[in-house]
């Protein structure tokens, strides 16, 4: 049983369902239409790119052409004038390609091997033999395990601002409307591209502490780093000077800065893992926003169009925060902090929070998670990061025990791993899950 049928829900699928000599049977509880889709497949504009090249976009790190292929195959890459596996994709088409990769186990014309349920699961259960997963309808699911993938759990229903995740027609945004937005990294650039797309005139600026935008993608070659090469366990402030020598190092070697961020990556859950306690807090309030930039980039694309509407007046980055709004007839003055010292005073139509989807479990709407922390099932990190799981994506209990029935793989396990939101992680987290669970299944077989 698969709680989540976005992508971490489908790859986790796929990788269950592709294990060799395997039969496993896999029902994924989903309420959107369809699966594939959750917060960053959802949407229908084609001017909403991946952030990752479509190269290393595949489902499955042992055939790493298998999404490029796939946009080859179908015609997509050529309707897309999409050029090779640098190339960045269109997002709906991934949701595609994440609903194709599923099909053939599907029940219908596949081996059956798949099931999706469309509802909410409020809670999850273990019981002697196994899970029971309640669902909204009152249905109660059960089997043998149960994977959570509930993704980026959002509750801003009381926030008193526009969410990122609709388009500016859902939010009803006037063609002339002044638009404050809340964050200057990949979410505001989703959301001026489909201003822009739409001939947007009235004025749009973006405000956040440092105003920094993500960094730009380049092709690459990443450099090998061993892990000896790392120095773990030290804090953040160590961890960047040596982060900032290495690339200085790399730069008089005729490397690209890129090259030692992609190097570093593989090893960031190790990284994390190794790192203090309160080193990791101090990095989350340090450390976060440059490691994020830096490590979150934006296609050539994207930054080609965010230079356009900046030289056009159409976008303005300011760096400061949000100390004061007020109502001004149906207009919204806003005061904001600047960065630099002094304040500005702004009057606005609309203001979109594309802060991020970092938030405390528990605010997860559905119920679940609450349901989870409540019945010991689960327990929330000491960060407040995400849930608390085992190395092996065990969910731990209120008793620091792991699970040996309820795992969970995606941003939701952020707290053990901390890279673990894009798909290059999550498919890794994936087929480790799947075979873990295949190791579980054998073990309950012998005990048997
Ligand atoms: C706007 C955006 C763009 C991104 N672009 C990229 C990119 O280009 N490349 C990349 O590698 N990563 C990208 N990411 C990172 C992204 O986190 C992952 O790629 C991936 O989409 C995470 O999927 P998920 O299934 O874990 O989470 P989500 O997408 O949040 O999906 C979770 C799913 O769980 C369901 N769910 C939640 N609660 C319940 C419940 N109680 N019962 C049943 N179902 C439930 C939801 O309906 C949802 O469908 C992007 C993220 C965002 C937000």
Not at 34 to 40: F, K, Q, V
Not at 49 to 58: D, E
Not at 67 to 76: D, I, P, T, V
Not at 269 to 293: K, N
Request: include cysteine; proline fraction near 5%; charge should be positive.
């Amino acid at each position: 049983m698969i709680v989540g049928g976005g992508a971490s829900g489908v790859l986790a699928a796929a990788h269950l369902l592709r294990l060799p000599g395997r039969r496993f049977e896999v029902t994924i509880v989903e309420p959107s239409e369809g699966i594939g889709r959750g917060l960053a497949y959802s949407t229908d504009d084609p001017g909403h790119l991946l952030n990752t090249r479509a190269g290393n976009m595949s489902a499955f790190e042992d055939d790493p052409q298998h999404f490029w292929r796939w946009l080859a195959e179908s015609g997509h890459a050529a309707r897309a004038r999409l050029e090779g596996p640098f190339s960045f994709a269109p997002r709906v088409l991934y949701r595609s390609y994440l609903c194709d990769l599923v099909r053939y186990w599907l029940a219908d014309g596949g081996d059956g091997r798949l099931r999706i349920v469309r509802e909410t699961c409020t809670r999850i259960t273990e019981t002697p033999r196994g899970v029971a997963a309640t669902l909204s309808s009152g249905i109660v699911e059960t089997a043998d395990r149960a994977i959570v993938a509930i993704g980026h759990a959002l509750t801003a229903k009381h926030s008193p601002y526009d969410n990122a995740w609709s388009s500016p027609d859902e939010l009803g945004i006037a063609d002339d409307d002044d638009v404050l937005i809340l964050g200057t990294g990949l979410s505001m650039i989703d959301n001026v591209a489909s201003l822009h797309r739409r001939g947007h005139r009235g004025r749009i600026v973006a405000l956040s502490r440092r105003a920094l935008l993500p960094r730009v993608h380049a092709p690459t070659s990443p450099l090998q780093l061993d892990t000896a090469d790392i120095p773990l366990g030290t804090g953040p402030a160590y961890f960047l000077r040596w982060l900032r020598r290495t690339i200085r190092w790399a730069q008089t070697e005729g490397r690209d800065w890129r090259e030692v961020m992609d190097a570093v990556r593989p090893h960031a859950s190790t990284i994390w893992d190794a790192m203090p306690a309160d080193g990791r807090a101090r990095f989350l309030r340090h450390g976060r926003t440059l490691w994020d930039i830096h490590r979150h980039r934006m296609p050539p694309e994207m930054a080609s169009l965010m230079d356009e509407v900046r030289a056009s007046g159409l976008l303005t980055l300011v760096a400061g925060r949000l100390v004061e709004r007020t109502g001004e007839n149906g207009r919204c003055r806003v005061a904001i902090r600047r960065r630099a010292g002094g304040h500005e005073s702004l009057v606005v139509d609309r203001i979109i929070d594309c802060t991020g989807v970092l938030r405390r479990p528990e605010a997860d709407g559905t119920g679940l998670v609450g349901s989870l922390l409540a019945s010991g099932t689960a327990r929330e990190d000491t960060l407040g990061l995400g849930l608390d799981v085992a190395a092996d994506c065990a969910l731990v209990d209120r008793a620091g025990l792991p699970s040996r029935r309820v795992f969970a793989v995606g941003p939701v396990t952020k707290a053990r791993f901390w890279e673990i939101t894009a798909v290059p992680d999550i498919r890794a987290q994936a087929r480790r899950l799947a075979t873990r669970l295949a190791d579980v299944a054998d073990a309950a077989q012998a005990e048997a």
